[in-house]
């Protein structure tokens, strides 16, 4: 029984392999190409959601990991979800933890049924199925859904990744299963309530190493079982980026046309213009956050190290090209100063200026593919 | 030769011994009494300018010892003075950095000259003399300039207070001849290059310990001197209140009412509204933005420890009588949530709310003494 509608995902220009079209959420439409700014605990790091929006940030993603920690999904779902918890009436994104589990938890336990970690914060013991990552994120009130899959470390062995395979493909079908019925059962409750819940989208996500052939199995068994959306996962992870770049290609080959596509984690502003050269449609990262707090501010003439000695006296604005609060009312000298000086608003003014400039940029590509000149757009901008 | 006009500050009402009244700067009037939000290096903690200037801030106080350290006054003079720095328009009050070298400096060594220290960042060796701390002010194009004085310890003996009263008055005599000098030379340069360098009112500082005369004494000695404004320094140094309230109470008495009166670094709600009853009209304090980035909130039912357990699923906002961005956006489970999480955005909602609580309480009593309800109003906001 279909209960809910196909994805609502619709192309309306393709410049070369480069896509643009729009995506729509219960929670609004999207125009892609476009990159979700990460609100890990459900705050982006010093911004308020009012100022996201104005920088034009379509959808924010959150992470699922640091949520079930803290404060807990009951108590998001209690305060009427995600969305009225930190006020933000847009699309919300939400991963499954299962990278977090990977990279942050202490020890943890790979079973059939799910994975056994440990808190970061506590140390507190949490077993985490498949279905469980699922009812997390509909309780978060989760626009987009990610499957719970696992994460291999770089340095795993084919034989290994091969294995991780068959219990990502198997954690996928389960989360599809539990995500039907639990839609189905929110769709009643409407029905009967007259209380809208807003109907999400589930993705799946294409693991698979550096073997093309494995992430093509990978990518026909997720199209098999069926999702909204595809997710390349495990990339960025330390490999050469023509690997990335090649890895890409090969999945994308094998991805419906008709399905946006999202790398995730993925990554500087010339990994977004390579990856959307190959049909890529969605982007997270931290790098402009995290980057912005360490004093590495993306302009249009390259990355300023605000702390360099030569800005002590540069009274110019960071980038002239830029028409973001920070630009048009600091210098570079008064920037370097706040930094140096570890003021709370240095991490703010540094965090609004990169992130409006990767909003910038995707906002550029959007226009770059509509025109039919993305290759011309990306020669200029990939040095 | 006078050479700048006598200190413009009008008194428009009086209630009981609480006045309202108009203090004229070079960036602009201020109504008294009021509350100065500290941007010690230049920057509010976490806010902008701009919504300082929103929540109804007159005017801002910056640190002379910290800009001298980081980033130096003359960067800041070379970039147009600190508030073009900052990109605040309104008027700037600096200290001398005497409270900051005898409560944060290491090893100084005091002289008639002037203070030797050691900067806390780098343990730099500088001499501080009352002619330089007017000169870095005058740089830094400060509206409001303080005296250099001596800021003698909690426990030193009546002795040692009064031999330091009387480096404090010779200090003050220095800073008022070097100010006049400093300030006919800028209104001759005015005069011929045309170009407007404002005029600056300067303070001088009343001690005195918790001695009634020689807190005469010394007010006696700088009214001698004549300064546009007379603050009284070296109180809520651990004395109890109602010493603090005396110690006001015998210093007012000697002030002469057509100059504004500054209570330096004082303090809690109730401390301020004491104050006013005894004909305070300034005030500055740390309070309102440290104890935000320690969770403890103003509201207006008391104060409200945001950790604690019994807001984690408190849907409420934090103070349903404020109309800030904070309470109007958000409740309280959320600011907990963020306060626990560490989030930079806790530091800086938490700020916004606890200023604009004090900002508006500023407002309210203006109002109050403007209606001659003063006593009323006091009654009820003393518990």
Chains 1, 2 share one sequence.
């Not at 069926?226 to 980026?241: C, T």
Request: charged share 25%.
């Amino acid at each position: 029984m279909v209960i809910y509608n196909v994805t609502m995902f619709s192309l309306n220009q393709i410049s070369g392999s480069a896509r643009s079209g729009t995506l729509q959420t219960a929670h609004g439409d999207i125009q892609t190409p476009f990159f979700m700014p990460i609100a890990t605990s459900g705050a982006i790091k010093g911004l308020t959601t009012e100022e996201i929006k104005e920088l034009g940030a379509q959808i924010l993603l959150s992470n699922t990991y640091h949520l079930h920690l803290r404060p807990g999904e009951d108590i998001i779902e209690k305060a009427g979800g995600l969305h009225k918890f930190m006020n933000w009436d847009g699309p919300i994104l939400t991963d499954s933890g299962g990278y977090q589990i990977f990279s942050l938890a202490k020890i943890r336990k790979l079973k059939d049924n799910g994975v056994e970690f440990q808190s970061h914060l506590d140390g507190k013991k949490i077993f985490l199925t498949p279905e469980k990552a699922i009812e997390i994120q509909m309780k978060l009130g989760s626009d987009i859904i990610m499957v719970l899959d696992e994460c291999p470390a770089a340095d795993k062995d084919k034989k290994y990744i091969e294995k991780s395979l068959k219990l990502t493909t198997e954690w996928a079908k389960r989360c599809k299963k539990y995500h039907l019925q639990d839609t189905e059962h929110r769709t009643q409750n409407t029905a009967e309530s007259g209380v809208l819940s807003p109907v999400s989208l589930l993705f799946g996500i294409v693991q698979g190493g550096m073997h093309a052939d494995l992430r093509e199995q990978s990518a026909k068994e997720l199209i098999e079982i069926g999702f909204d959306g595809y997710a390349i996962g495990g990339l960025s992870v330390g490999e050469p980026n023509k690997v990335m770049y090649e890895m890409i290609e090969k999945t994308v080959q094998h991805l419906p046309e008709d399905k946006p596509r999202y790398l995730m984690g993925v990554g500087t502003p010339e990994d977004i213009l390579e990856a959307i050269e190959r049909g890529i449609d969605m982007f997270d990262c931290v790098l402009p956050t995290r980057n912005a707090r360490h004093g590495y501010l993306f302009t249009s003439t390259g990355i300023v190290r605000i702390k360099n000695e030569q800005y002590k006296e540069d009274f110019t604005p960071l980038d002239p090209d830029c028409d973001c609060y920070t630009c048009k009312n600091f210098t570079k000298a008064y920037l370097r100063h706040l930094f140096m000086a570890n003021e709370i608003l240095s991490l703010r003014l540094n965090t609004l200026h990169n992130i409006a400039f990767y909003l910038k940029l995707m906002s550029d590509i959007r226009k770059a593919i509509k025109e039919d000149r993305f290759d011309d757009f990306k020669m200029i901008n990939v040095k």
